[in-house]
């Protein structure tokens, strides 16, 4: 059976768990500092392969692809702008290979590093680069897009407006939110959640929500702010795990399976309908979330 969007999957109140860090986990599996991580789609599948059936085996209905920094942008960087197609239909293969018929793929697309405030680029540039990534992600086999990890609004909504204008993915879009000294939660950039994801779902976003940021605690607030304005709209959290403590040298980010897994009766109760993770967390922490997921959830 085909699958339906993923909009219309959580409809009856089924609670969807996705993926976790893809970072950290090729990080574990020899991805060095200063590598660029989507070129390991084309040198070193079979270990971007393990990270994505980690997660399928961990029991995540939604995986995402190894093109976080698949634009343009990033990727000359590295001097390999001229290969966005090749190593964004890559990533997506070989996501798709791991899940299967029955699970559902959706393309990582994350910020580009320029800001249109400091001058680096315009609209049109935004509009542009994403486009081409967008194009990339549907020709591999995607199901979706999350555009994710996003601050500032006139890059996330051109990226929406990119992905929603040439392609026919289904459309996530994800914001990183921290407390303020006043305590709201807001982007780097200064937008609540609430303006972020009105915003995203006008310009033609199917699921909005939160990503990375400093760890759970918060997000419970993050989904009532937005569920507020936003009672039909589906939200995914994905938490980092915790705050990130340096050792040695290397981040590394405290919270346990157990401690991630128990932060989902408060935000099932909030109307969370996908729960995953950020940086920091394993397929031990998926597998966590699915076993409280399907402890709290009634599934059909």
Known sequence: MARVRIAEAVKKGTVLVADGAWG????????KGGECPELWNVEHPDLVRDVALSYIQAGSNIIETNTFGGN????EYYGLGGRV??????????????????????????PTGKMILMGDVTEE?????FKEQAIALEEGGADAAVIETMSALDE????????????????????TYEPTVQGPFKTMMGVGPSEA????????????GANCGKGYEGMTDIIKEIKAILPGIPVIIQANAGLPE??????????TPEEMAEQ????????VNIIGGCCGTTDKHIRAIRTAVDSLVKHD
């Not at 994801?197 to 909005?208: M, Q």
């Not at 340096?246 to 919270?255: C, E, K, N, Q, T």
């Not at 989902?264 to 109307?271: F, L, R, S, T, V």
């Open 197 to 208: 994801a009105a915003a995203a779902v006008e310009a033609g976003a199917d699921i909005v």
């Open 156 to 175: 996330a909504l051109a990226a929406i407006r990119a992905v929603k204008e040439n392609t026919n993915l289904e459309i996530i879009s994800t914001f």
């Open 85 to 110: 197609s090749e190593l964004n239909k890559a990533g997506v293969q070989i996501s798709r290979e791991a899940a299967g018929e029955n699970n559902w793929v959706i393309g990582s697309m994350g």
């Open 125 to 129: 540039d935004f509009y542009r680069v």
């Open 264 to 271: 989902n009766p408060y935000w099932i109760k909030a109307g």
């Open 72 to 75: 343009r942008y990033k990727l």
């Open 24 to 31: 950290t986990a090729l990080q574990s599996r020899g991805l």
């Open 246 to 255: 340096l050792v040695d040298g290397i981040s590394v980010f405290p919270a």
